[in-house]
């Protein structure tokens, strides 16, 4: 069997001295150990939850079992426990700010806008001007306006979500945004 995880571990502290494989591997008892130091078995007694990171923070708890370990009777088990702790409303409301931002490169990628909005520029003024606009630069404005459209509906989006966080609800951060 090879070492498992563990802790050194100074008992009238509770101070953690290290962490790694236990110093032997067949796990034996530690001999010339300082009666202050004790060596503790890692164990992770119950899994990590599922969560959605956005809405909830994991918490891990450590702490030294109480009772010796079930497998090593010489060793006490380090347990490492989770839990999900839930976010504050604004914590909540940047991740869904991320997430407009995050949409907003689908929809509208960062040298694409550039280029685009170059030529709509160009577009406009000449539209002011009251010239008539090609085929490609009409196709360029059609283009930009569908595109506004969809940054709009994700804006709209983006809002609903905060609202609704604000409420105490968890919606899907993941649905209802305007792609490609």
């Not at 010339?32 to 939850?49: H, K, M, N, S």
């Amino acid at each position: 069997m090879p070492a498992l995880p563990s802790v050194l571990l100074r008992i009238s502290t509770g101070e953690i001295l290290s962490r790694g494989l236990y110093p032997r591997e067949d796990m034996g008892p530690v001999l010339g150990l300082e009666p202050d130091l004790e060596y503790c078995v890692i164990r992770t007694p119950f899994p990590q939850p599922e969560y959605d990171s956005r809405y909830y923070a994991l918490v891990t708890t450590e702490q030294r079992g109480a009772v010796p370990d079930a497998e090593f009777a010489h060793l006490h088990p380090w347990n490492i426990t989770f839990a999900t702790q839930k976010r504050t409303t604004p914590e909540i409301i940047t991740h869904v700010e991320n997430k407009e931002r995050t949409q907003l490169d689908v929809v509208f990628r960062v040298v694409e806008q550039l280029k685009l909005l170059t030529l709509g520029e160009a577009i406009l003024f000449r539209r002011v001007a009251g010239l008539t606009l090609t085929q490609k630069e009409q196709a360029i404005a059609d283009k930009l306006t569908a595109t506004a459209v969809k940054v709009w509906q994700n804006h709209d989006r983006a809002k609903e979500i905060e609202i609704q966080v604000t409420a105490g609800q968890e919606p899907d951060l993941e649905a209802g945004w305007a792609s490609e």
